[in-house]
Every structure is written in structure tokens, then in C-alpha cells.
């Protein structure tokens, strides 16, 4: 089992950038496939970006691709989200979460066993 908590989140202008993190405990995070979701008020809680075991693959929703990187330290077993240029249509509450299971990077909410407690993001037009 693994236990995982964000920070980073906050308020920015548009435009600007902020760095989520996500520090995991417990069973090492390099077990684990790890992604970021958002849930914005009244909206389903959707996949931001995932990253594999080793860090050697990354996915993206299409909405921030080329905008957010997403990125790992096993050594640190932290998680991080770069996130750039950003819009007002990114205020949501941030996730992360752990996938234990060997299949690849998958997007859906179901695929993931753990989560953080979420960290609010808020951009400013």
C-alpha cells in the first residue's frame, strides 16, 4: 500500500506556471504507474497525464499536451507536474494517484488503487 500527498497548488494568472507535487510513502512509489487527474466543481474527475515504472513514458490528455509535463524521482518517490502556459479552463483540484497493476499506462479513474488528497489550482483570466 502506498500513501501519497500533494502540494504546489495555488492561485496564478493566466499565463503563468506552477509545479504540483506528490510525495509517496509506504510501499516504494517505483512500483507503481502514476497519474495526475482534475476534477473542476460540478465537472467527472479526469486524466491529466501518467507516467510509467521507470519514467520512460509519459501520456497526456490532449487538453494539456505541450503544455504540462509530468515527471518522476523514484530515488525521492515523488511525482512531479510542470505546469505551463496556463488557462483558466485548468482551475480544478489536482490528484494524484498509484496504479499497481503491470498494464501499461491507462486513463481511466478505475485503473488507479490509491490517491492523494487533492491540491486546489486556481488560474485568474
Known amino acids: 500500500q502506498v500513501q501519497l500527498v500533494e502540494s504546489g497548488g495555488g492561485f496564478v494568472q493566466a499565463g503563468g506556471s506552477l509545479r504540483l507535487s506528490c510525495a509517496a510513502s509506504g510501499r516504494t512509489s517505483s512500483s507503481y504507474a502514476m497519474g495526475w487527474f482534475r476534477q473542476a466543481a460540478g465537472k467527472e474527475r479526469e486524466f491529466v497525464a501518467g507516467?510509467?515504472?521507470?519514467?520512460?513514458?509519459?501520456r497526456y490528455a490532449d487538453s494539456v499536451k505541450g503544455r504540462f509535463i509530468i515527471s518522476r524521482d523514484n530515488a525521492k518517490n515523488t511525482v512531479y507536474l510542470q505546469m505551463n502556459s496556463l488557462e483558466p479552463d485548468d482551475t480544478a483540484a489536482y490528484y494524484c494517484?498509484?496504479?499497481?497493476?503491470?498494464?501499461?499506462?491507462?486513463?481511466?479513474?478505475?485503473?488507479?488503487?490509491?490517491w492523494g488528497q487533492g491540491t486546489q489550482v486556481i488560474v485568474s483570466s
Open positions: 507516467i510509467s515504472r521507470t519514467g520512460y513514458t509519459t
Open positions: 494517484a498509484a496504479d499497481p497493476t503491470p498494464y501499461g499506462l491507462r486513463t481511466t479513474t478505475q485503473a488507479y488503487d490509491y
